[in-house]
């Protein structure tokens, strides 16, 4: 992802996504189930470090299994590069939490670009002040030994119905994330940037009253206006 | 529906109105799984206006299909007349949106008295500060034509489990949707009205510190109260 | 419950509660699929009053049902003590209410501790102002006939998936709501105090730029380091 | 219930039972997600006799609680009447049994009329092959203490998400179970058996050809000529 | 669909088809969450003739909906033409039934091709007996009125999430139903057949101990091989 | 695994060995949400071979897919060893097949003891009559490739709600599959089998009319008699 991709995506949402990706024939690209836990977070851009979890085992998982560097949540946590987004699979269930404050805060410090899971966060009141983007599937106290058992990191996982491989650009915005296959990332940046140019001018004109037929999508004389208005603006 | 009881409607609460209903033997009409995006909206009244959607096929749901005049989300959103909800079956599936900003505006700006959809719907950063009722199951970015397919309007639908015919009056408030037969909606809403009445008399009353034994539901020595402390405010 | 117990379960969060009780092989002890509605309520602690639902029948659930003395729900309203937290098990259905505001202000008045439900309320609205605990499934305007009959008051029952037994100590923060055996909370209590110490010690390292390696869980290093700086304190 | 209404009940289907409460105002009178295990069983009819379970705690489901006679699912086994039906409430957690082919087999041989679960059961491939009418949510091999614990019986409960008072009556066919309100029984018999005598005849029409209209549901036409053929058979 | 189409769906699998579906770039074509009620029945194939449920409404959805010749689901019973499959949108809730024994019956008797529904169906013990395809998501003996209203017919509909236009072609086998557009229904039979053929002969090849590395998909030398086959049984 | 662990294992039931492994800690070694098509197939005992999928992407999910070697579910129906059973993580996703009749027949062929998966298989009418255990979650037509992407064999996965290792042995009846951890199957095994001689001496005492009560837990008498018979037999 060059800097320049990096910089566009931050500026369109992921509904406007979902559109260019559509034009390729990618239908499933919505993380589904999550929600953005702080909201006063910035954008969220960056390349997908995966975590896997399985079903917990009473006999495996007890305290102790964090103790030592083996622990794989624990390693992926000091791991995930700066500028890219931890992705957990939890298997879609958040009856437990695959993460709290103390974590969450350490990725932010590392600098993360923020965090998504669908399964549960643990210790919400303090993760949803933090200006970092976190994504979970529920507020959920029980820790993950519960349910959830972390087994490796950087394999190609799910996520909410999405298929993410390692490298694959998350973007987050309010309403949710998006996946962006990595080999697409450079040219569906500037043609969402494009068309997020385009629906902003046509909002202005909705506002003021314009009918959305013709204008949404655009007949051959919008397209003339829009052309003519953006030339006007440089 | 008089403008009285529009005017009602507007200062009564979806719970009130659920047990006026209920007096009528009418158990099911409260649209279940959705919830009110733009909180700062005003209390929502209207007649229903209807659109169904089923699902999409690939073949016939590409991105053409919003061209020209005939596609009946495009058209149900230049149709819904001034004052009027409308109300989208989306099959209670919201992992795809039933419409965005673009045409949540459009209908704000020609009057609608707002939109109820058992679907998701996208660009909700941007809705949710819409001063517009906008009432939607899931905040979910990807387009319609992933899921969904629009194919006619004005027809009894099912929205959240609950019957819509159109015409019916739609009531909305920070707790969600009823859905109140046209036939009986001039009858109900003086009665909501005065239960209403009753009800913040009831809750001074608790707040003072009274029981609600005999209290709520009123015995005859409380209706008797009531009575009196009403016809002291004239 | 002793006093010193309540204050401390006061100043501990719903996650460090079930690492607590996870070393004691309680797993499900977290109430599932609930949220807190007002969310500037005070933190719950309280002793479990219980009141039990069926599935509603139209002939037995009808308005008059609510008059004079006998109906449980009313009942346990009233007879809620002060300090105790009502915990209603609506068998995780929240299509219809379990309550609404005025019995929500009586309970309030009355002193209690707070209300959890795994079903709906109604007149949340007006709910989510009062500067008191209630958790929820959903807003749901139903009346409770629609669905619920309450049918005895002080069994043990299930709520949100937990076994809730009357007397058991219910903690609520933003996160949700713990449920801890009676005989339990007073060992618990400390421990768990204990642990939000060293919890926020760590916080206050991680922000300040720590590995978790060693940290968390901590090594002997550590642990020593956490003992002299809360020497360091007094 | 009379000797006289057992028998009737013996000869109709659940569903025109659905159909005669109907007619009554009881809508919700057939046990949801259950199924026949062993489908070679007699038609069940008898009176409820409850059994309640609430979520299971680690600490007092361990297998030493069946031990001594306290036990309620144990004591459920040997106290629920001959020509009874014993009717279990797992909360619709089939996640784990409710019960095994031990305590089935002892509850045929103490002449039960039949059991009724929303949970699991578990020797499914052992009870299906007795002669005795056994309903549950599925086939689950984990012992209840995993999921469930005994608390109490003959108490009001919710099965499948229908109300069961104790005394009240299931009746179980191939397709499923009702649940006849205890007062109503002995006049909903004789009028479903009518009701299945009318069907009956219809279905011979309609093997021959007859078209629905003016038939099913019959107009005076047809009620002349069934019930002339109701005369020429005496 | 010509005699010859109809003749070779009649001969391949829902499998094969929904292969040769997903070629031309139509992945959701199975209906999901049904089953063959009577397993005796013949292969089912026919066009397909809609009806569309909306929830039931209490005051108009008592037994007299049914008298008189308007009630769509009587209609659509009578005017479903022979070889054409009644394909029911119940919106996938199953908890009442779409239709029982009689109507079965008369759409056999009248020579209807199957039945497709993804709500519930009554008198199941005795539809389950008719050489007739019958499929349903659930054993349910709640009449329709309870949950269903018959709104129209021949409309466009979903059923078990897949969309059904009037005159789309229905295949139905022991694992389900494949909804084929009209469109493609003449070219999809031949190709389903071949792929049919192949794969029989893949099966014995498999069963004499071939590795179905080269063989399934055939590379060059397997391809050659099945010519061969072929044309020595000529 | 010892020839003689594998042979007592084919001797006891699934409900057998959970409560065996209760005993250690083991509460959640039942595999949630799959039956067995081919119900006349022998017992299955195997160590878990295992694979992986994740959610298909419409650019890399096309049929080219399984062409050459590389294919994960092909390898793994080669690679498979004979006395094994392919267990399939298909994240309790049944809308798609995960296999069908031709890879299942290859797999009995080769030796493999049975399969596994919480996703759906096609060809369900012809799988079901191998003489072969195949467990799936629902009988489903669509090609893997709709839902889809096998991605790794033999690493940890969670298969129905529970972790399984390679190596762990899955025992399957016609009540479903429990998974046992390698370390423990040779000490489990016996102790179940004693528990089943137990069981089955307990179930004729039952049907000779003796109470539950003192037999099932037995009493220290029980017991006696028990040892007794045993004794008796030899």
Not at 82 to 101: E, I, K, W, Y
Not at 202 to 230: H, M, Q
Request: net charge neutral.
């Amino acid at each position: 992802m060059t800097p320049e991709t990096r910089q566009r995506l931050k500026q369109v949402s992921t509904a406007t996504l979902t559109t260019v990706l559509f034009k390729r024939g990618l239908r499933n690209v919505f993380i589904q189930g999550i929600f953005l836990l702080n909201r006063a977070a910035p954008r969220m851009v960056g390349e997908a470090y995966t975590l896997r979890y399985i079903p917990a085992r009473e006999d495996l998982d007890q305290l102790g299994a964090f103790e030592g560097r083996g622990h794989p949540q624990r390693e992926a946590i000091e791991a995930c590069p700066p500028g890219h987004v931890l992705v957990m699979d939890a298997r879609r269930d958040a009856s437990a939490a695959t993460g709290g404050d103390i974590l969450m805060t350490r990725l932010m410090v590392r600098g993360a670009a923020g965090i998504v899971t669908d399964g549960g966060l643990r210790d919400t009141p303090t993760i949803e002040k933090l200006e970092f983007p976190v994504y979970c599937a529920a507020r959920s106290a029980p820790l993950n030994l519960v349910r959830h058992h972390a087994i490796d990191a950087q394999v190609p996982i799910g996520c909410g119905g999405v298929a993410v491989y390692p490298g694959d650009v998350l973007v987050g915005d309010g309403e949710g994330v998006v996946v962006i296959p990595a080999k697409l990332v450079d040219e569906v940046a500037p043609e969402a940037a494009s068309q997020t140019e385009f629906e902003d001018w046509v909002e202005v004109k909705v506002k003021e009253g314009r009918s959305i037929f013709g204008l949404y999508p655009p007949n051959a004389e919008t397209k003339a206006e829009f052309e003519g208005w953006k030339k006007s603006r440089k």
